[in-house]
């Protein structure tokens, strides 16, 4: 099985308001990651959890906060987000930092009011 | 810096026919994974190629990697409107939780 699953899959929040993205994964994989996806672009790395630590932030404003409460969920909580913010959101997992084969999960597709 | 260009950016082409999608690079790469995703949809992994040479198939997809490990390509033989998708190509080098995504191939097959 080689399922990530998110929560919720399309969410709309105003510039004021705080949510949070789910993530979880039932591989045993170690580490975790958020990207985020613009209309017709590549995913962007913004964070990689490995073994429930945060190991790398690619200079992702403060407005986006990740946390890892176990090894199988990822959650990303937001406030304060701009329109521009406005994207697809995957998750994905690998089995460790080591691997490269990353897994990801259908996305949350969030609009920014 | 990196870089994965993907080739070409956007194809059409009728049900049954064959195409090639590239991915060119100037660096050393240690793996390479193929992805395809769908509209508002995940990327779903295709295959993950490692040695310089490798050729995979899966059912009408063919992969390979070139000989010094810094190109791809994608073959598909008798593309079917199932095919359709975003393809995307990725490198791993060095740190291997970050992958470098190529710019994407877009492709429509219709009947």
Redo the contacts between chains.
């Keep these: 099985d080689t399922e990530v699953t998110q929560t919720p899959k399309h969410l709309v929040m105003g510039m004021t308001n705080k949510k949070s993205l789910k993530c979880e994964q039932h591989m045993g994989h170690r580490a975790m990651y958020w990207y985020k996806q613009k209309a017709k672009k590549p995913p962007e790395l913004m964070f990689v959890y490995s073994y429930e630590k945060l190991s790398i932030n690619e200079s992702v404003p403060s407005r986006f906060s990740p946390e890892c409460p176990n090894s199988s969920l990822l959650n990303l909580h937001l406030h304060a987000l701009q329109p521009e913010d406005s994207a697809l959101y995957l998750c994905a997992s690998s089995q460790s930092d080591y691997s490269y084969e990353q897994y990801f999960g259908p996305g949350t597709r969030l609009t920014v009011t | 810096t990196q870089l994965l260009e993907q080739s070409p950016q956007f194809l059409s082409i009728q049900e049954g026919e064959n195409l090639t999608v590239y991915c060119n690079s100037s660096s050393v790469f ?2 390479l ?1 193929w ?1 395809r995703q769908e509209p ?6 295709l295959v ?1 190629v490692v040695t310089g040479g490798e050729v995979k198939k899966l059912k009408r997809l063919t992969f390979q990697f070139g000989d010094a490990r810094k190109d791809s390509s994608l073959h598909i033989t008798a593309a079917q409107p199932g095919d359709t998708g975003l393809y ?1 190509c ?1 490198g ?1 080098a060095g ?5 470098t ?4 191939t ?1 492709l429509q097959v219709t009947l």
């Design positions: 240690s793996s994974q992805y508002g949809e995940g990327p779903v992994l993950t995307l990725a791993g740190t291997a939780s970050k992958l995504f190529g710019t994407g877009r």
